[in-house]
């Protein structure tokens, strides 16, 4: 049975991908054993991670300068751990939405955050462009994708600020000059792998500059002198990541992506501006190519639309609980069948439903 998977995370991954991990908790490399029954500092496992970094730099086109960890705690241990490193007195946040507001929210507990621009007066859907970052800041963070209203940064400012950026759900969907981050994190369970691990590409050249004392599991550098194994890593979650990264790179990498990402999202913001019961309301230089927000005119409406998708197999329509209405999230993983058959779904509603 075909489901379509609009899951917002954790979400749909490469079948492939899926097949091949799903083994290895059976067997892994015919070994005998299962991958969860391996040792973390086995020498096949040393292998996955050095092999998952190689990929990840290869992919992004990074040089040594960057190290490249797999942390625990989900991308809200880093919305702490990025000011416990780099904050000395103050650094500057783009609030664009949910998830920025609760890197401010842990930045507070560390020193002085001035807020560039906040979209909370028109409901977080649009990014300004206009800010200017103070030159004595220590630090600029921005969300380059909003998971939950569906807006992306298309455009990242030109600065010598170190610029910080939580990727967690656009990583690897585009092909973005990566050298002019300083650092980059991103869960895994969006477009990378299962949950419980998050990928952490930093330049090393911005750490060790702050004064206070780091516990050993929050300092960036403790982890990169111990290669992310200072203690037992989530072991499958990172060979998952592996798994991925060679699908992305066998694909045809970010470029790739890119296009098939932009296309998919083109037909289906189409479909929404030209139907009559439903819209968008990102302004339409910000509207990301992730997350695909809408919403029906009429709510009275939203119960037959449910009934329908419903009904078909589609899973992982509804909008996030504190916004309500749709949200179609399209990651690299989602084939374009499932956008096609959702817009076939939405104007078979639009010719029943529209008077
Ligand atoms: N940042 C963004 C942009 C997200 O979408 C999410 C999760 N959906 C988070 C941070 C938080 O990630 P986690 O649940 O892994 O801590």
Redesign the pocket.
Known sequence: MKIHNFN??PSVLPKEVVIKSAKSVIDFNESGLSLLEISHRSIDFLEIIEKTISLVKRIMNLNDDYAILFLQ?????QFAMVPYNLMNKQAAYLDTGF?SK?AIKEAKKFGKVKILFSGKNNNYTYISKNYKIPYNVDYFHC?S????VGTQMKIFPKTSIPIIC?M??DIFSRKLNFCQFSLIYA?A??NVSS?GM?IVIVKKDILGKIKRNIPSYMDYKIHIQNNSILNTPNVFSIYTSMLTLEWIEKKGGLSFLEKKNQYKAKLLYNEIDKSNLFENIIHRDDRSNMNVSFFLKEKNLEKEFNKMWKKENIVGLDGHRFLGGYRASIYNALPLESIQFLIEIMKEFDRKFSS
Not at 73 to 77: H, I, P, Q, V
Not at 145 to 148: A, E
């Open positions: 917002a995370g705690g989900g991308a809200t241990l998830w609760n969300t994708n909003n998971t939950i939580d967690s759900s869960s369970q969006k949950a998050t």
